[in-house]
């Protein structure tokens, strides 16, 4: 049960708006970051929220990890995103393919201001 818990909360983001808006292209990029980052994808999803009177809808983004998950929510209307990575180090210490995972979703966005925080879960085995 011992594993890093790793969010970022992404403000005034200079990505390409697509990145904010588009489920299937902000899947694939964090499939393909997770991977770069050494890691294993099992499965993904995402959903797309109706626009509102504020401007597109957002999205959330998940991909399940043999390790276990990563998270964004994005939110358009304020050019901005959260970001969760959470690796188990059970098998074998995941910290600094995490901390690889979470530098590339937030390279991804481009923020101008980034708050990351960083929590241990569990007890070291």
């Known amino acids: 049960m011992h594993g890093l818990h ?3 909360d ?4 200079r990505c390409a708006p697509q990145w904010l ?9 964090c499939t393909q970051a ?10 993904q999803l995402a959903h797309t929220f109706p626009a509102t009177e504020q401007g597109p809808g957002g999205v959330t983004a998940t ?3 043999a390790e276990s ?3 964004v929510h994005t939110w358009p209307e304020q050019a901005g995103a959260t970001l969760d990575v ?8 995941h910290s600094a393919k995490a901390h690889h995972l979470m530098n590339a979703l937030v390279a991804l966005f481009a923020p101008e201001h980034t708050q ?7 007890m070291p085995v």
């Open 6 to 8: 790793l969010t970022a």
């Open 10 to 13: 992404l403000t005034h983001c």
């Open 21 to 29: 808006t588009d489920s299937a292209q902000l899947l694939d990029g």
């Open 34 to 43: 997770v991977r770069a980052a050494g890691l294993q994808p099992v499965n």
């Open 63 to 65: 991909v399940l990890l």
């Open 69 to 71: 998950h990563v998270c």
């Open 86 to 93: 959470y690796v188990c180090n059970f098998g074998g210490d």
């Open 116 to 122: 990351l925080q960083s929590l241990q879960r569990g």
